[in-house]
């Protein structure tokens, strides 16, 4: 094992016994009055393949992500710590109220894969590269997420994986966890990773129920 892995493994350990004492309470979202706000959102989220614009990475999905992370990244949009134009607009008008019921909402639209934990554990530990083995700690040994708080990546758009990996090196998204996590990976990793996690199963393009 390279020393830069087993620096991530050690980071990551360390990061999650810090984090462990500092976590926000569960959503307490309405799937009903989210649905309604939800509406405008699958104009973008709910079509498969849909494209942000410049530069060009597919909208991620959010059916069957956490909704305690759809809460976080929503209120980063809204102020101010994510910096998306099109994101920030959607989020600007948004309550916390409404903020919960939307995040409680997208993440019941997950469907079965999700709710039964995602892939196999052992076949995901079997095609797993060795650039993957820090990310478990967090994002779960098959990329399903281990606490509410961060994000599943199973089955995300492997285009918006790898975008957001990028910019998490290059400093145009930041996170106290993944900034560091992204540093130590190596440059070559950064697809294989976007590849391993896009490949299991997971998340699903949110169509409204
Ligand atoms: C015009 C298209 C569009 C609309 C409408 C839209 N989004 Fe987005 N959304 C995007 C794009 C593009 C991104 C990726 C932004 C980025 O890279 O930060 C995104 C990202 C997100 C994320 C972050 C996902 C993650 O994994 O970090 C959340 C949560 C989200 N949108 C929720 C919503 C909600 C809720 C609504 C409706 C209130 C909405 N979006 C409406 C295009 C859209
Ligand atoms: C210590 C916990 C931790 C570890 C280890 C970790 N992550 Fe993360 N990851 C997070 C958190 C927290 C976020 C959400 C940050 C934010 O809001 O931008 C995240 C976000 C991401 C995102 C963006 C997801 C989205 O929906 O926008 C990707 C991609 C990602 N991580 C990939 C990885 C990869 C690949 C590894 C292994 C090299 C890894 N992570 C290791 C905690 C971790």
């Known amino acids: 094992m390279t020393t830069n892995i087993q620096s991530l493994i050690r980071l990551a350990a360390t990061l999650i016994l810090s984090l462990s004492m500092a976590q926000t309470a569960l959503a307490q979202g309405d799937t009903e009055a989210g649905k309604e706000l939800a509406y405008s959102c699958l104009g973008c989220h709910g079509i498969d393949g849909y494209r942000n614009a410049y530069p060009s990475y597919r909208v991620p999905k959010l059916g069957g992500q956490k909704a305690a992370y759809l809460v976080i990244a929503l209120k ?17 008008s948004l309550s916390d109220q409404q903020i919960e019921d939307v995040a409680a909402y997208l993440a019941s639209l997950g469907g079965d894969t999700v709710a039964a934990g995602g892939s196999d554990a052992k076949d ?45 090196r290059d400093g145009t998204r930041t996170d106290p966890l993944m900034t560091a996590q992204a540093n130590l990976l190596a440059e070559e990793d950064l697809e294989t990773l976007a590849r391993y996690f896009a490949n299991l199963d997971g998340l699903e393009t949110t169509k409204e129920d």
């Open 124 to 168: 995901a530990e079997k095609s797993r590269p060795e650039a993957a083995q820090a990310c478990v700690a967090c994002h779960g040994p098959n990329g399903v997420s281990v606490n509410a708080i961060w994000p599943t990546i199973a089955g995300q758009h492997e285009d918006y994986l790898l975008q957001a990996l990028k910019k998490y």
């Open 76 to 92: 980063g949009y809204r102020d101010g710590s994510r910096s998306h134009p099109t994101m920030v607009a959607q989020a600007d």
